[in-house]
C-alpha cells in the first residue's frame, strides 16, 4: 500500500516551510506567486489531498452546503422542476471542494429534525428550495447560525431577504394576457398550493388581469393534482363556462391535457391552455405546451 502523502511532503518538494504550504493550500492569502506554484506543482506531482476531517477541526469548515428541499420525496422525484434545481446547484459546485448534501423536510417532524442538522455545524450553509407557510419553518431557518438561501421568497415579510426568485405576479399576468389575446373570454386557472407564496402571486397576478370572477381549482404542482383539477374543471369547459385554462406548472399541465384527452375534449380546440416553468419535460411533450419561463438554471 503506497504511503499517505502529508503536507510535510509537500512543504519539503516545494521547498517552503510546512506554515507556508498550509497557507496555500487554503487559499494562498499572503503567500508570493512563486511560492503558491512551487506548492501547487508539488500537490500535483505527489496527489496530495488535504485531510478533510483535520482541516474541519482546525477551521470549523466541512466544505459541505445543504440543499434542503421541503417537499415528499414522491414529488421530488417525479417533478421536472426539482431534478433542474438539483442539477443547476450541482453543476454550480463540480468544480470546487465543496459537496453538496441533500436534506428532505416534507412535515413538522422533518423540519424538527433539521435543528441539529443545521445549527450543530455539520454543513456551511443551507440552499431552501421552494417553502411552504409552515409554522416555525421560516423561524427554524433563519435562525441558524450558518447562511441561508431560499430559492423562491419565503415570506411577505420584507426583513426575509435572503432569497432569490422571479416576478410570479408577473407571470400570472402574462399567462392572462396571453388567453384573452388567443381569443379566451372565460379564463379559468389552476394554481399550485397557496400556501407557497410563488402560487399566490401567480394566482394575483391572473386576477390583476381577469377582471371579473373565473374559477380557481387548486393543485399542489404534482400531475395528480392536476388530473384531479382538469376533471373538476371538464364538465364546466363542456358546458361553455372555461375555454382557457392557466395551468400554474408544466407537470400540472401535461398530466391535466392527458386527462381532457381521455375526455375527448381538444387542445386548444375546446380549451386554451398555458403553463408555467417551461422544463424540459414540457418541451418534449406532444402537442407543444405553451409555457412561460421559469429560469431555474
Known amino acids: 500500500m503506497a504511503a499517505t502523502v502529508t503536507l510535510e511532503d509537500v ?3 516545494a521547498g517552503v516551510s510546512r506554515a507556508t504550504a498550509s497557507r496555500v493550500v487554503r487559499g494562498g492569502a499572503g503567500v508570493s ?6 506548492v501547487t506543482e508539488a500537490i500535483s506531482a505527489l496527489g496530495y489531498r488535504p485531510n478533510q476531517a483535520a482541516r474541519s477541526l482546525a477551521t470549523s469548515k466541512t466544505d459541505m452546503v445543504a440543499l434542503v428541499i421541503p417537499e415528499p ?3 421530488l422525484f417525479s417533478d421536472p422542476f426539482f431534478s433542474e434545481v438539483l442539477a443547476a446547484v450541482n453543476r454550480f459546485f463540480a468544480d470546487t471542494d465543496t459537496q453538496l448534501v441533500l436534506a428532505m423536510a416534507d412535515r413538522k417532524n422533518d423540519t424538527r429534525k433539521l435543528r441539529p442538522f443545521l445549527y450543530d455545524g455539520h454543513v456551511d450553509g443551507v440552499i431552501v428550495a421552494t417553502h411552504h407557510q409552515i ?3 421560516l423561524d427554524l431557518l433563519m435562525g441558524a447560525p450558518l447562511p441561508v438561501v431560499f430559492i423562491g421568497r419565503p415570506s411577505a415579510n420584507p426583513t426575509c431577504n435572503s432569497w432569490v426568485d422571479v416576478d410570479n405576479v408577473q407571470a ?3 399567462a392572462a394576457r ?5 381569443g379566451v373570454r372565460r379564463p379559468a386557472i389552476i394554481t399550485g398550493p397557496l400556501d407557497m407564496l410563488a402560487a399566490a402571486d401567480r394566482l394575483n397576478g391572473f386576477r390583476q388581469v381577469i377582471a371579473s370572477d373565473f374559477p380557481t381549482f387548486e393543485g399542489d404542482f404534482t400531475a395528480a393534482s392536476g388530473t384531479e383539477a382538469a376533471r373538476a374543471a371538464i364538465p364546466m369547459i363542456r358546458a361553455g363556462l ?3 385554462l392557466y395551468i400554474c406548472s408544466d407537470l400540472m399541465a401535461m398530466a391535466a391535457i392527458s386527462a381532457f384527452k381521455e375526455a375527448g375534449l381538444c387542445v386548444p380546440g375546446d380549451v386554451a391552455v398555458v403553463s408555467n416553468d417551461n422544463t424540459q419535460a414540457g418541451q418534449n411533450y406532444h402537442p407543444k405546451l405553451t409555457t412561460i419561463t421559469n429560469p431555474v438554471t
Open 178 to 182: 396571453h388567453l384573452r389575446d388567443c
Open 73 to 75: 420525496d414522491s414529488r
Open 11 to 13: 512543504a519539503r518538494a
Open 33 to 38: 506567486g512563486s511560492k503558491i506554484r512551487a
Open 172 to 174: 400570472g399576468k402574462l
Open 135 to 137: 409554522p416555525g419553518q
Open 242 to 244: 372555461i375555454d382557457g
